[in-house]
């Protein structure tokens, strides 16, 4: 039997070790995929899919399959830890929950805006007092078009 390559350093323990206690504190289970995927997160672009996570966890560690990132993805939201969002007709987007923001994506040139949580909050308040309606604006995208696109005239 071979033993694993001793991981490469990311240059994020200490976050990820913070995020681990965080897990741990609300009942979570800390694996080496998990652990991984963390550190994916971190070392990702803002807003990656659950495939661009798993092809950098599988870097790694070849034997972590997409369904394990899918089931410790759902496990890190149902947790606090992060968030997912959908922009447009794209698959998810996963980053972490410590700043809640809401997202203004163009949909001509694809440029995503992270947009404060309070731009959202009359939107929120109407929706709860007209309907009842509790609003997760970190949840979903506000599709349009950028500034740069819109002043172009681009459709």
């Known amino acids: 039997m071979t033993p694993s390559p001793t991981p490469e350093p990311t240059g994020h323990e200490h976050q990820v070790e913070e995020v681990l206690e965080l897990v741990r504190a609300r009942g979570g ?3 080496t995929a ?3 995927l963390l550190e994916a997160l971190f ?3 803002p807003h990656a899919t659950a495939e661009e996570l798993a092809t950098a966890v599988q870097v790694r560690s070849p034997d972590v399959h997409l369904s394990t990132i899918y089931r410790n993805l759902d496990e ?3 947790l606090g830890v992060i968030v997912h969002t959908h922009f447009g007709h ?3 987007s996963y ?3 410590s700043s809640p923001h809401g997202h203004l994506v163009c949909e001509t040139c694809g440029v995503t805006i992270e947009a404060p949580e309070a731009l959202f909050s009359e939107l ?3 929706a709860k007092e007209r309907f009842g309606f ?3 604006s970190r949840h979903f995208a506000v599709v349009g078009r950028c500034a740069t696109c819109a002043a172009a005239g681009r459709e």
Do not use: K, S
């Open 76 to 78: 890190l939201e149902r």
């Open 134 to 136: 509790v609003v997760d």
């Open 90 to 92: 794209g698959p998810a």
């Open 43 to 45: 070392e990702a672009p």
């Open 34 to 36: 998990r652990r991984q």
């Open 29 to 31: 289970r800390v694996t």
């Open 95 to 97: 980053h972490l929950a």
């Open 124 to 126: 929120t308040t109407l």
